[in-house]
């Protein structure tokens, strides 16, 4: 009897030591991710409510740094670059803190790398962009402190502020027209080196038309003889010798042997001399 309540008092300490309860978060956490043009814009933050309170110019103070939220740090991630005011920020994550005031904010995106924690004053160092957006009255009560990504365009967006009765948007900026044209002027100046490499390979490796295969990998030649490529060339001998142009098989496979010898790729050393050995070149 006594073992039995032993190990009956053993078990009931183990389990209420090792029990949690799970109850709601007071401020509850949201993730909102957003495209903007071709930017991944994500926005981390935690939502209190007001609960009867006055927040702006009570519990969030006038003229004080603010964490833009509850608990960890409202945070937002940029896949580019961006703008803000003018001002760049690096592709990455950042801090969002603001001072609100009664007719206009202070937005700040911070890079100190810290996931909580409010600065008593800002370090310059960790200031990577810095506005001043105008605040406006909201005629109606909004609860849940909400942030939204809204008037999004090609190449811009706001990030949207509104909690009890105070709204505000933080324009930002997205480099989507140097992306787009980079995308255009690249497709439109036609096919590069590796394309045509790459191509001819696949043509060579599954028995396909060697004569185009030939026509490709010499245009891939042509378009790197600023800057030889051992492995192009070594292909170029390949495909020649399929094809059935011995002469231009030994010329590329003596090429592709020099740049292997000066990059000191002893593979492609040895995969070129067995080759011209075959061919009777050496």
Known sequence: MKKLLFLFLAYSTMYSVNAQVQTPAPSPFCKLEQKVGLTDVTLEYSRPGV?????????????????????????????????????????????????PNTESWEVVFYNDGKDSGTPNEFDEQYVAAKATVKSYPV?????????????????????????EKTYLAIPFGVPTDAAVLASINNVMSGP????YFQSALYYLQEGKDIEKAKQWIDKAVEMTKDQPRFWILRQQSLI???????????????????????????????????????????
Do not use: C
Request: proline letters at 2%; hydrophobic letters at 35%; zero cysteines.
């Open 51 to 99: 609960k009867g309170r006055t927040v702006f110019g009570d519990l969030v103070p006038y003229g004080k740094i603010w964490r833009t939220g509850a608990n960890a740090r409202t945070k937002i991630t940029f896949s580019t670059d961006a703008t803000i005011d003018g001002q760049t920020l690096k592709a990455g994550s950042y801090s969002i803190f603001t001072v």
């Open 139 to 163: 005629p109606f009560n909004v609860e849940t402190f909400t942030l939204d990504i809204n008037n999004i365009t090609n190449s811009s967006a706001t990030i949207d502020l509104i909690w």
């Open 192 to 195: 590069g080196p590796n394309d």
């Open 240 to 282: 020649h010798a399929k094809a059935g142009d011995k002469s231009g098989a030994i010329s590329a496979a003596k090429s592709s042997l020099k740049y292997a010898e000066e990059a000191g790729n002893a593979d492609y050393v040895k995969m070129n001399t067995d080759s011209l050995k075959e061919w009777g070149a050496m």
